[in-house]
Each structure stands twice: as C-alpha cells, then as structure tokens.
C-alpha cells in the first residue's frame, strides 16, 4: 500500500511531505495538523513492527520546528540518542520505509547514512552528539563554511559523562553550534508570557554581550567600588534568568541558555532555535517535552512511556505477542532469589533498569540499587568502590554497552581482583536494533583480561546456575552473558567433566563439537545429522569459556576434529582461545571454528542473520562433514598431549 492511499482518510497533508522544503511551506494550522498526522502514522506503522515510539510521539514539533528553521543536509542535525528519529525520517522522505521498520530491507531504527544524506551519524550509543558537534563546527570554521550544526541530545544521554567533556571543549572553542536538550524526564515549568521571550531574545543579542563587557571594563578601572559594582550587576541580572528560566543543569558552562520552552509549542521552539542560529556561538536550547504525547497509553506507562514496545495494539496498548519467559525474566527472578540469600548483594545498572531486569531487584531491595544513568564507565568504577566496601555488585547492562567501559573492568576492577558480577543481556546479534546493538565483542574483547571469568549458560537452568557460580566468586570479575528473546527449552547434560557439560557423545570420537551458551540446541541437532552420515559427534558446553577449562583441552586431545560454534566474533573469541590452550598442551588435533566475522551485519531478525552467516545447523552440518572426511584421507598424526601442562588461560 501507498502512502497516499493508507493515509486517504487522515493523512493528507503527510502525504505530500517529500522534504524538509514542503514543511518550511506549509502555514501555521497546516503545521498542527501535520503533527497530529505525524503522530497518527507513527502509532500506526510502529504498532505492527515494534520500535521506539515514546521518544518519538515527543518529539513531532521539536523536529518539525527544527526542519523549518535549518536547512538540511547542508546544516547538519545530530540525533542523541539516535531512536529518537523517527519524525526526522518522515520529514526527509522516507515515510514509504516504515512499513518494515527494523525489519530486513526496511529502514533502521536508528540514523542510516545508507539511508538519506540527511543522516550523518549512525548514532545509537548516547552522549556522542556533542563530541561529533564540536568536531564538526570547528571543522566548519577552520574550512571557513557558513553552515549550522544542531545537536539533539535527550532521553537520558546529559546522564553520561562524554555529554560534558564536550560541553567543556564546546564552550571553550566559541562555535556557532545549537545543543537542543530534549527535556522529557524533568519537571521544569517551561518559560511563556512575553517577558520571558523578551529575554531569551535579549541574552542572544551580540550587542547585549558587547554592553556587558562594556560595563564590565569600565567598572573594572575603578577597583574599590568598579567590581563590587559589577558583581552585583552581575547577580541581579543571573537572578532575573533563574527567576524565569530554571538553569541549574547548565550553570557555569559559559554556553548561552535559552529556556525553557514547551517542547509542544511549535511556534515557541521555532524562536528560540532561530535566535539561536542567529547568535555566532554555542547556544542551549532547553525544550520540555513530554514522553509518548498525543498517544495515551504510552503517556500512562509508568514504566518508561512506550520506549521501545513490540508489537501492540493501536487501542489498547498492549503488545500482540504471547507472553513468553525471557532470558531477561530468568535472570532478574534468580538475582532476587539470591540477593534475598545475601545481603551483600547489591545491583547496578546505567539507565537500562526494566530492560536488563534489575528493576525488579529495585522493586523489591530499593535501596540495594544503583541506576547511575548512561554512564557505563562509572557503573563499573562504582561497581569496584561497593566490591572494596564489602558488598558484591552485579552490574546488568547491554554487552554492547559494556565495551564503553573496558579500560575500567581490566584496571579498576580485575587488577584489583574485584568480586564484580557482569551480566550481560542482549549477548551476541539480536537483531532488530542493528549493527551498533549486537553483542558481538564481550567474549573477544574482555577474553584478555587477567582473572576474568566469562559464562554463557545455554537455557535457563544454567542461567540460574552459571549466575550463582558467578557471585560465588570472591577473587576477580565474573562475566555471563546471554542473548536475548525467549529462552529455548532446559537441555540437560549426559555428564560433566569439571566444569564442561557433556550434552551428548557416541562411541566413536571423531568430532568434538563446543556449543557455546545458545548454540547447545545446534550442537545437538549438528550431531544428530553427522550420525545419520556414520560420524560420532561428542557435544560439550564449556559454560564457562574463560579461563579455557583444562578439561575441554583433555577432551579435545580424544578426538579427530576439534569445531568451536559461538555467537561472537572469531577473531579472539572462544574458539581462537581453545586453539591457543590446545598448542600450549602441544595437542595437535585440528580445529576449526565457526563464528561471527569481524564486520558491520545489517538488521533483521536473529534468524535471518544467522542464516547469512552460516550459522545454523544445517550449515555447520555439511561444513564438519566436509572436513572429517577430509581427514580420512591424510595421514593420522599421533595426538599427544603434555603430562602436566597446563592449557593456557586466557
């Protein structure tokens, strides 16, 4: 369907919205009922594929109003965090592409420089913006080029701490950049009346500055009355802002402020923002908005306003999908269970409380939680400050998210030998949310770490298991991870050799496949076709794949073929860390791994992805068959395997 015909009955104006240039057209009651279309197609589309439709029933005029004011591509407009551009999309063309939103060959979810010019940064990690902004607007005036940076930063991303390393430089650099705050999570009452424009307008006014340092030099040369003077000048004017304009976020910056303004007030924003790219410097412009506005159940959701729903019913509210035990779910009910065991168990978590399950620790132990905001550097320094007081953390964050803070898990934590639980949720590709949200890295980039030790259960029981073992430990960081979506069916083990699950063997050892975390299930489906084929298959899960288990080395030397199957990047991952253990044991069975190349996957569902990559079971069926019989016709090397030397750690 077109998107003129599904939007016949109530979308006609959205409908000859091609770019930007048709908003700057249209009159001010065409604008309202523009936004209220907007808000309507967004409901719609986003209520059939899932998405980030709170943040962005926000922002319908704060983006219309920016299109009408800068001039895009050539100025350019910074989305922080990016899930918050989804009217921006709209406004630049691409209203045809929600029908697949988040789904393969449809748009992301997030800016796509493959999509529009209109996107520059592919930004869905928070608290970027700014940095790319002050890089940007210097760029701009070293190369002597007229053109705008806006920067939208909201949604929680002022919380992380790169927000204000920037603001920093910005102030000190002096550029013409405008810091749009999209305000939705205070209860600032924003400015209105006409004084308080009057004054937004005065404040940047370039002559109002050249009056002030006027005054400011004239007092200055009579020194015993002069700065006196100027201070209380000083003083009443910043009482005058504060009276009428609440700036505490902002103050001492040295960045202009404007604000605030109602966020929903179209004309309102318009003002500001053009007074703002009219001024020659860094300007903030604070905007109040309000979460999932226009759309009532999103406004009623207490929990986080219809952030980032499934599926749902346009009516009601109410997702679509069956309710299903998450991975999630699993943890979050075992970390209660075992906090309710030791109180010295607390939780942190950076501004993803609901979405990684500790808020039902938080529900439950209040005071036992930390939500310490986007700031995943700080979580994990915090993290090692509870540890050397006494106290257990677990820290529960996105595994994407968790290579912002490498340096302070290797530094602060593990070379303190710290008891510091990680818990990684969205482990591995998880589709929808693309290339920047897959947890692809953890097992390869926090492999180097001394005295790290990493789990990947493979079904619930060992969730629970592997996250028991996790706070047991009382000398070093623990890591488990897991994937996301619905956890698969317990699969229980034949045996258990140390710490490595036997999930199946036969009597011939020709292969011995490691299953890491959720690929059990395809361990045991590869092994089922190999044996239709003649071949023994030993399936093991390793549960714990750093430090690499002595064991799985043993187990490894009884075999032929050796072929390692996990959910992250081959490069420096488990089975490049088996291979190492093997060589340093001088045991010289092949191996071959199989996992996610080093590269940039587009998005789409799991499934999809993991077909692409040839990881499914038929796949790595016919690649192990090819290379046992391979085998058959070399020669067969001795195995050995050094008495007494250790496989290697890490």
């Known amino acids: 369907m077109s998107v003129e015909e599904d939007t016949a009955n109530h979308g006609r104006l959205l409908a000859t919205?091609?770019?930007?240039?048709?908003?700057?057209?249209?009159?001010?009651?065409?604008?309202d009922i523009l936004a209220a279309e907007i808000r309507d197609f967004l409901i719609a589309k986003v209520s059939r594929t899932g998405g980030h439709i709170g943040p962005n029933l926000g922002v319908v005029e704060l983006t219309v109003a920016m299109h009408r004011v800068f001039d895009s591509p050539r100025d350019r407009l910074l989305f922080d965090t990016g899930h918050q551009a989804y009217v921006h999309k709209i406004l630049t063309g691409r209203q045809a592409?929600?029908?697949?939103?988040?789904?393969?060959?449809?748009?992301?979810?997030?800016?796509?420089?493959?999509?529009?010019?209109?996107?520059?940064?592919?930004?869905?990690?928070?608290?970027?913006?700014?940095?790319?902004?002050?890089?940007?607007?210097?760029?701009y005036a070293l190369r002597g080029e007229q053109r705008s940076v806006v920067a939208v930063v909201g949604d929680g991303a002022l919380t992380g701490g790169m927000c204000w390393e920037a603001l920093n430089n910005i102030a000190t650099a002096g550029n013409p950049l405008v810091i749009v705050v999209n305000d939705n999570g205070r209860s600032y009452a924003p400015t209105i009346g006409g004084l308080a424009d009057h004054l937004s307008s005065l404040r940047l006014n370039p002559g109002y500055e050249k009056i002030l340092d006027t005054v400011k030099d004239a007092l200055g040369s009579t020194p015993l009355v002069g700065r006196p003077m100027y201070e209380v000048l000083h003083a009443v004017k910043k009482g005058i802002k504060d009276a009428v304009a609440p700036q505490a976020m902002f103050e001492d910056l040295g960045i202009k402020y404007v604000g605030p303004v109602d966020g929903h007030d179209r004309e309102a924003v318009e003002s500001a923002l053009r007074a703002a790219k009219n001024f020659g410097g860094p300007v903030i412009v604070h905007a109040v908005t309000r979460k999932g506005y226009g759309y009532r159940p999103a406004e009623e959701d207490e929990a986080d306003c219809f952030h980032g729903p499934g599926a749902f019913d346009v009516a009601t509210g109410k997702l679509v999908a069956a309710p299903a035990v998450k991975w999630t779910n699993v943890f979050a009910d075992e970390l209660v269970a075992i906090a309710d065991e030791r109180p010295d168990v607390v939780g942190i978590t950076a501004a993803m409380a609901e979405p990684t399950g500790i808020a039902k620790l938080a529900r439950k132990y209040p005071d036992r939680v930390y939500d310490v905001g986007i700031a995943e550097q700080h979580a994990a320094t915090s993290a090692a400050g509870l540890a050397l007081g006494g106290l257990h953390p677990v820290v529960a964050v996105y595994a994407t998210f968790l290579n912002r803070a490498f340096d302070q898990v290797l530094l602060d934590v593990a070379m303190h030998r710290l008891p510091v639980t990680f818990v990684l949720d969205r482990a591995g590709i998880t589709g929808p949310d693309g290339p920047s949200h897959y947890g692809l890295w953890d097992m390869s980039v926090f492999g180097v770490v001394p005295g790290l030790?990493?789990?990947?259960?493979?079904?619930?029981?060992?969730?629970?298991?592997?996250?028991?073992?996790?706070?047991?430990?009382?000398?070093?960081?623990?890591?488990?991870?897991?994937?996301?979506?619905?956890?698969?069916?317990?699969?229980?083990?034949?045996?258990?050799?140390?710490?490595?699950?036997?999930?199946?063997?036969s009597a011939r050892t020709d292969v011995l496949l490691v299953a890491v975390g959720s690929f059990g299930q395809l361990g045991m489906e590869v092994a089922t076709r190999l044996a239709e084929q003649g071949y023994g298959v030993t399936v093991v899960d390793p549960r714990w794949v750093r430090p690499v288990p002595a064991e799985l080395v043993e187990l490894a030397a009884a075999h032929r073929l050796v072929v390692t199957v996990e959910d992250g990047v081959r490069t420096g991952g488990v089975g490049n860390a088996l291979a190492q253990a093997m060589r340093d044991a001088d045991v010289r069975v092949p191996l071959r791994d199989l996992g996610v190349p080093a590269d940039w996957h587009p998005h789409g569902t799991r499934a999809q992805i993991l077909a692409d990559l040839g990881l499914t079971a038929q796949d790595v069926a016919r690649d192990v068959t090819g290379w046992i019989s391979g085998l058959d016709s070399e020669p067969v090397e001795p195995v050995r395997l050094a008495a007494g030397k250790p496989a290697a750690q890490n």
């Open 453 to 505: 030790r990493i789990a990947a259960p493979r079904d619930a029981a060992t969730l629970r298991e592997e996250l028991r073992e996790a706070v047991a430990v009382d000398d070093g960081p623990t890591i488990v991870r897991f994937p996301t979506g619905t956890v698969a069916a317990d699969l229980p083990a034949v045996r258990r050799v140390g710490p490595v699950d036997v999930l199946a063997e």
């Open 97 to 139: 592409g929600f029908d697949r939103l988040r789904q393969r060959g449809g748009l992301s979810g997030y800016p796509s420089q493959a999509e529009s010019e209109h996107d520059l940064i592919e930004n869905s990690h928070a608290s970027t913006a700014l940095s790319y902004a002050d890089g940007l607007a210097k760029a």
């Open 17 to 31: 919205v091609r770019g930007p240039q048709d908003v700057k057209r249209m009159s001010a009651e065409e604008l």
